[in-house]
Each structure stands twice: as structure tokens, then as C-alpha cells.
């Protein structure tokens, strides 16, 4: 336990003095946000029935900003062989730094989301399964980002592999998310939708761990 | 550590003799040679025979006329891009697991075939949506579904490249492919699920219906012809990453 | 036995064959690059070892 509580303070520390890059997902939520009644035509109408599916989008791909960042730096200084040799697993070492990591990135956006939605006329009754779902949600996107990152920490940099990494395996999120924050602007019940997100959740937390710290044994070798 | 019990030495025991020899380069190299024609030719005949047969011998569809008739070629494409996948994700596993790098290499050689497969769905699939549904692309289960997949085949084929050292490719696209596999059945629960919530109900699945025993035939043809194609295209790749992989060693000398 | 061999595939020839026709190139393509691929590794590696050979 000790690994995972020493990394989770440190990216702490780090997330804090370098606050513009923290922020840098959450602006480019709210940026897409704004473009999209810009791309369209404003009505409420439109805007409404866009918004779950534009929400669950932009959370998506601000998701990917911030995780080239995740691992490199600590591959670069030497810290991930540290990881590698302390008695603590590494996985339970990686399921720390993803954590601070959805602290610093994807904890705000789900706190910005009632703003966002507010900017694109969904209905008030959709915000608890928008932001339940983005709760839900955002650990297991920083999980597959955080995959994906693991995967080419030790690669060519290449601007479009990590998207094509994770964007695939992330569809089902997509789907139940804002298939959920629609059913509840159109009154339903969005409960099916939220297990399901939920579910994915418990899925990825339990394995994408292994998955990472396999992936960053490959990338130390 | 090296005296406690480990699966991968204990699985690695009770495999005969001849198991052992396949994973060894230049037996795999010989043996993959052989065999090839045994696969291509057959490959060959089964579709020729498969695809005119679908064309001019099976009886015309009432509902949808001639035009069913790219069944022959999508579904089969649709099938083989699954199969393609298993073996990338299988090989991938053997990989992973007793550290037998030839592994990876088959997956290598099987995954641009997979793609070109899931390609062919796709764009089968888009050509005989036009003349049904008036448009060129519909975001049926089926289709989303090959998109999605032909995203995971150029995800493994981009990771595999993108290192300096290939052994880390290999292994890091071994993972993807094995973290593809383990979401595709969620993947594709989640697009059905999705496709019926937003399926007009005049809109029946591409070739979701019941098809006679003059129609299936020929399907079958091309379905086990193309299975014996992508055998044949892998084994011959496989052989030539094979020579690239292990230039350095001496056997290739004899073997060119 | 009479096979009607109908070439228009009614009105939907145009869609028919070019299904047929891209099927046909994508099964050649892979065909004849596998087939490449081995053939230019043994090409490759042949000159790389004669070079050697000759230093």
C-alpha cells in the first residue's frame, strides 16, 4: 500500500505545481461544449437532443488529453523501475497514479458537466444521470487511457496511436452513458443504462490495472 | 523462484515432441512451406466454385432480387474478420504466455489479412445497403460493429510497428490484441443493444432471414474456401517475418 | 441442367459486381503481398549473405 499512497501524493504535488496542464482536459471540454450550438443552429430543441450524445463525446476525447504525460515522465527519470523493484505490486502502484490522475483530470469535469450541459438546453432532469454516469464513467476512462498510455510509453511518438487505442474500447461507455443522461431528459428511467456504466466500471477497475502494469513491464525490459 | 510450480513450465511439459518443434523458427519456416499449397489451391477452387454458384445457381431472392446475391461475398468477409481476430488474439496469447515470439509473428502475419476482411464487410456491407435502404452507409449493428473491430486491427497493426525494438511491439500488441478480445463481446453487446434502440421497423438486419439449403450451400463454400485462404496468406507471411525476424541466425543460410 | 446465367443480377448488376470485383482485388492484393513479402525477404537476405561472403 505504501507504493500507491507515496505515487498518488507525489502526482499530488506535481498535478498542483503544474496546474495549466491539469486544466487543459477540462478547457477543451468546455471548448467543445461551445462549438456545438456554434456548429449547428441554436435551437433548444436541437441542442437537447444532441447534448447526451456531444457530453459523453467531449468527456471522451478530453479524456485522452494529459495521458501522453501519464507515464512518460516517470519512464524518462527512472521512477517506473523504482515501482518495479518495491514490494508493493505494481498494479496496485498503477491503480494509484490513475487515480490521482482522475483526481486532478476527470473529478472537474464531472463537476463542470451541469455547466456544459446548461450550454447545450438539457433538460434539468437529465443532470443527476449525467453526472452519476460521468462519475461512473471517468475512472474507466482514465483506466483506458491510462492503457493505452502504458502501451506507448516506450513507442515512437505518434499523435494518432493513442486515440486509436483506447477510442475502440471505449464505444460501450459511450453508448450507456449517454444512452442513459437520453433517457432521462426524454423522463425515463435511466437506471438499466447506469448499472451498465457501473458494471463497466467494476469490469475495467479490476483488470485494465493488470493490463497496465503488464504493459509497463514490456516497456521497462 | 525458479523451483516453484509455474503453469507456463508445467503446460510447457505434457506437450509432445512435435508441439515443441512448431514453435522452433526453422521447423515452423519448413513445415509452413509445405503446407501452404495444401491451402491455397483448395482456397482457390472452393471459392471459384462457391462464388459462381452464389452468383448464377442459387434461386433469386423475392425480396430483394438479384442484389442478395452480395451475401456470397459479405458475409463470409464479416465471418473471416472474426476468425481473423481469434487467431491474432489466440496467437497473441501463446505469445504471452510461454514466450514463444514465433507466436507473435503469426498474429503479425494474420492481422492485415483481418483487416482486409473487415474492410471487405464494410464496404460490402455499405454496397448493399444502397440499392435496400437508399443510403451508402447505415449504422446497423452489424456494420458498426466490423467498424469498430477494423479499428482494432489497425490499433494492433500501428502498436506493433511503433517500436524500435520489434520484441516490444510484439509483446505490447500481444496485450492490446488480448485487452481487444476481452472487449469485444462487450463492444458488440453494447452496438446491438444500441442498433435496435434506433432501428426504423421496417429495417431487418442485412440477411437476417431464413435462408434455404439452395442458397446456403455456396455460402458455406466460400466461407470454408476464404477460412482456407487466410490460412494459406498467414502462413506465407508468417514465413516472411520470419526470415526478417532471424536473418541472423544460421539456418537461414541453408533455408533461402 | 439449365443455369440461367442472368449478368444484369436483374437491376442491380452495378452493385452486384462491384461487390464481386472488390472482393475479387482485396483477395489478389493479399494474395500476392504475403507472396511478395516472403519473396523479397529471400531476395534481401540472399544478397546480404552473398555480400558477406565475398568480404
Known amino acids: 500500500?505504501?507504493?500507491?499512497?507515496?505515487?498518488?501524493?507525489?502526482?499530488?504535488?506535481?498535478?498542483?505545481?503544474?496546474?495549466?496542464?491539469?486544466?487543459?482536459?477540462?478547457?477543451?471540454?468546455?471548448?467543445?461544449?461551445?462549438?456545438?450550438?456554434?456548429?449547428?443552429?441554436?435551437?433548444?430543441?436541437?441542442?437537447?437532443?444532441?447534448?447526451?450524445?456531444?457530453?459523453?463525446?467531449?468527456?471522451?476525447?478530453?479524456?485522452?488529453?494529459?495521458?501522453?504525460?501519464?507515464?512518460?515522465?516517470?519512464?524518462?527519470?527512472?521512477?517506473?523501475?523504482?515501482?518495479?523493484?518495491?514490494p508493493t505490486p505494481l498494479a496496485l502502484a498503477v491503480l494509484g497514479k490513475v487515480a490521482t490522475h482522475w483526481l486532478v483530470t476527470g473529478l472537474p469535469l464531472v463537476l463542470v458537466a451541469p455547466l456544459c450541459a446548461e450550454l447545450l438546453a438539457l433538460p434539468h432532469a437529465a443532470l443527476p444521470a449525467l453526472v452519476v454516469g460521468l462519475l461512473l464513467g471517468t475512472p474507466t476512462l482514465a483506466l483506458l487511457g491510462a492503457l493505452g498510455a502504458a502501451l506507448t510509453v516506450?513507442?515512437?511518438?505518434?499523435?494518432?496511436?493513442?486515440?486509436?487505442?483506447?477510442?475502440?474500447?471505449?464505444?460501450?461507455?459511450?453508448?450507456?452513458?449517454?444512452?442513459?443522461?437520453?433517457?432521462?431528459?426524454?423522463?425515463?428511467?435511466?437506471?438499466?443504462?447506469?448499472?451498465?456504466?457501473?458494471?463497466?466500471?467494476?469490469?475495467?477497475?479490476?483488470?485494465?490495472?493488470?493490463?497496465?502494469?503488464a504493459a509497463l513491464r514490456i516497456a521497462l525490459e | 523462484m525458479s523451483d516453484g510450480w509455474?503453469?507456463?513450465?508445467?503446460?510447457?511439459?505434457?506437450?509432445?515432441?512435435?508441439?515443441?518443434r512448431l514453435a522452433s523458427p526453422p521447423h515452423f519456416y519448413a513445415l509452413a512451406g509445405r503446407l501452404t499449397p495444401w491451402f491455397a489451391w483448395p482456397a482457390a477452387v472452393l471459392m471459384a466454385v462457391g462464388l459462381f454458384a452464389g452468383l448464377f445457381v442459387a434461386p433469386t431472392d423475392h425480396q430483394q432480387g438479384d442484389a442478395f446475391r452480395i451475401i456470397y461475398v459479405h458475409v463470409p468477409s464479416a465471418w473471416l474478420s472474426m476468425s481473423s481476430y481469434a487467431i491474432v488474439a489466440g496467437a497473441a496469447a501463446v505469445g504471452l504466455i510461454w514466450r514463444i515470439k514465433l507466436a507473435h509473428w503469426v498474429a503479425h502475419a494474420a492481422a492485415p489479412v483481418g483487416a482486409s476482411f473487415t474492410f471487405l464487410a464494410?464496404?460490402?456491407?455499405?454496397?448493399?445497403?444502397?440499392?435496400?435502404?437508399?443510403?451508402?452507409w447505415v449504422w446497423d449493428a452489424r456494420l458498426t460493429a466490423e467498424l469498430v473491430l477494423l479499428f482494432l486491427f489497425l490499433g494492433y497493426l500501428a502498436l506493433a510497428d511503433a517500436f524500435d525494438d520489434p520484441r516490444k511491439g510484439d509483446r505490447a500488441s500481444g496485450v492490446l490484441a488480448l485487452v481487444g478480445v476481452v472487449n469485444l463481446p462487450i463492444i458488440k453487446y453494447s452496438v446491438d443493444w444500441w442498433s435496435t434502440l434506433h432501428q426504423p421497423a421496417t429495417i431487418t438486419a442485412l440477411g437476417k432471414r431464413a435462408i434455404t439449403i439452395e442458397m446456403l450451400w455456396p455460402l458455406l463454400l466460400m466461407w470454408l474456401g476464404a477460412t482456407l485462404f487466410l490460412v494459406a496468406v498467414t502462413l506465407t507471411r508468417a514465413r516472411a517475418i520470419t526470415l526478417e525476424r532471424e536473418r541472423a541466425q544460421a539456418w537461414v543460410g541453408e533455408a533461402l | 441442367m439449365e443455369i440461367p446465367v442472368d449478368l444484369a443480377m436483374g437491376r442491380y448488376g452495378a452493385y452486384v459486381w462491384s461487390s464481386v470485383g472488390l472482393t475479387l482485388l482485396v483477395l489478389v492484393y493479399n494474395a500476392w503481398s504475403a507472396y511478395a513479402a516472403l519473396r523479397d525477404a529471400r531476395r534481401r537476405l540472399r544478397r546480404a549473405r552473398a555480400d558477406q561472403a565475398a568480404r
Do not use: C
Not at chain 1, 20 to 39: I, K, Q, R, S
Not at chain 1, 44 to 71: D, K
Not at chain 1, 187 to 209: E, I, N, Q, Y
Open chain 1, 1 to 86: 500500500m505504501n507504493a500507491l499512497v507515496a505515487v498518488a501524493r507525489r502526482d499530488l504535488l506535481v498535478a498542483v505545481r503544474r496546474a495549466g496542464e491539469a486544466v487543459t482536459p477540462l478547457l477543451f471540454f468546455v471548448v467543445v461544449t461551445t462549438l456545438v450550438p456554434l456548429g449547428l443552429e441554436p435551437r433548444p430543441e436541437l441542442l437537447a437532443e444532441v447534448a447526451p450524445g456531444m457530453l459523453w463525446v467531449g468527456a471522451l476525447l478530453a479524456a485522452l488529453l494529459g495521458l501522453e504525460r501519464l507515464f512518460a515522465a516517470d519512464h524518462e527519470d527512472g521512477t517506473l523501475e523504482q515501482l518495479l523493484l518495491v
Open chain 1, 154 to 213: 516506450s513507442a515512437r511518438r505518434s499523435a494518432l496511436l493513442l486515440p486509436l487505442l483506447v477510442l475502440p474500447l471505449a464505444v460501450p461507455l459511450l453508448i450507456f452513458g449517454a444512452r442513459a443522461v437520453a433517457l432521462a431528459a426524454s423522463g425515463a428511467d435511466p437506471l438499466g443504462p447506469l448499472l451498465l456504466v457501473a458494471s463497466l466500471g467494476l469490469f475495467t477497475l479490476s483488470l485494465a490495472p493488470l493490463a497496465i502494469a
Open chain 2, 6 to 20: 509455474s503453469f507456463t513450465r508445467w503446460s510447457a511439459g505434457i506437450l509432445p515432441a512435435w508441439a515443441h
Open chain 2, 122 to 136: 464494410l464496404a460490402t456491407g455499405s454496397i448493399w445497403g444502397k440499392p435496400m435502404w437508399g443510403t451508402w
